[in-house]
Nanobody
Framework: QVQLVESGGGLVQAGGSLRLSCAAS????????MGWFRQAPGKEREFVAA????????DHVDSVKGRFTISRDNAKNTVYLQMNSVKPEDTALYYC?????????????????????WGQGTQVTVSS
């Protein structure tokens, strides 16, 4: 079992920046591939970014490429999502997710069912 707690959300103007953090506890963090997802009101939860357990591989949805960057610090048991040049359409509840990938360092997933553990989310609101 791993527990995930997101932080760093808030209200930001369009064009601004935020850095989301997700702190993990309970298991060996470096065994887990991590992902960020978001869910806007009335919409399904969607993939934003993922990072392999060592951080050697990353994946970002096209709509955030060049603006958002996922990273991790295994010594701090934390994964980050740096959000730059935010847009009103980035407004959503942002979730981090984890999947045990100890036997596959290159694994990345884009589907919600790929992940076993979820945080409670942090709200990001972008004003125009």
């Amino acid at each position: 079992q791993v527990q995930l707690v997101e932080s760093g959300g808030g209200l930001v103007q369009a064009g601004g920046s935020l850095r989301l953090s997700c702190a993990a506890s309970g298991r060996t963090f470096s065994n887990y591939a991590m992902g960020w997802f978001r869910q806007a009101p009335g919409k399904e939860r969607e993939f934003v970014a993922a990072i392999s357990q060592s951080g050697g591989r990353t994946d970002h949805v096209d709509s955030v490429k060049g603006r958002f960057t996922i990273s991790r610090d295994n010594a701090k048991n934390t994964v980050y999502l740096q959000m730059n040049s935010v847009k009103p359409e980035d407004t959503a509840l942002y979730y981090c997710a984890a999947r045990d990938a100890r036997f596959n360092d290159y694994w990345l997933g884009r589907q919600t069912y790929d992940y076993h553990y979820w945080g409670q989310g942090t709200q990001v609101t972008v004003s125009s």
